[in-house]
């Protein structure tokens, strides 16, 4: 089943040129993080979804019973070519609060919580790095520490979330886009240097 992206003009299923590399992120309500993340020079294409539960076909009114584990998610198809792993990690990290646990916000339950999904060997050396890193500056003006969940992608099924919720904030500009961030900068690629 092909679904154009909105923004991108790129089927968010695929296929991607050859090289294109996935990564997966949990920042909240993926209704404004997608956004954030197609904008982003290189990206080829993203999806909102379902991951890291234990149900199959979750459903938007089943996850948000918090009952099947998952998280909404934004998968990113990108051109390491054209982008680097760390300037995607770098919107990822500043563009939500990754010490609130299950949360962002007023947006409450495990659905909502921060997380990453790396599929390849760099990606999980930059995300790392990253964490570390940008767990420093938060200490540094007394946050409580990152609760982000940090995982290979492996075997976990990213689940396409409903049609309706696709590049969301271009069929309503006027939608609901929480992102309670810090506030705070990830330090330079050069400083974190994965």
């Not at 198809?77 to 010490?99: C, G, M, Q």
Request: net charge negative; charged share 20%.
């Amino acid at each position: 089943m092909s679904e154009m992206h909105l923004f991108l003009d790129t089927d968010i299923r695929g296929p991607w040129p050859t090289g294109t590399e996935v990564i997966y992120f949990g920042m909240g309500c993926f209704w404004g993080a997608e956004k954030k993340l197609w904008i982003v020079p290189g990206v080829v294409s993203t999806a909102v979804g379902y991951m890291g539960g234990t149900s199959s076909d979750p459903t938007y009114p089943l996850v948000c019973t918090g009952t099947t584990g998952h998280a909404e998610i934004v998968m990113v198809a990108y051109d390491p070519a054209r982008t680097s792993i760390y300037d995607l990690l770098k919107v990822f990290w500043e563009n939500h609060d990754p010490t609130q646990g299950n949360r962002q916000g007023n947006d409450i339950g495990t659905q909502y919580r921060s997380a990453v999904y790396w599929t390849t060997d760099e990606q999980e050396a930059w995300v790392r790095a990253t964490h570390d890193a940008y767990n420093d500056v938060l200490a540094a003006h007394h946050l409580g520490p990152i609760t982000s969940e940090l995982d290979e992608a492996g075997d976990k099924i990213f689940w396409y979330a409903e049609e309706y919720h696709q590049q969301y904030l271009i069929k309503n500009p006027n939608g609901y886009d929480c992102h309670a961030n810090t506030g705070y900068f990830l330090p330079s690629q050069e400083v974190v240097n994965a």
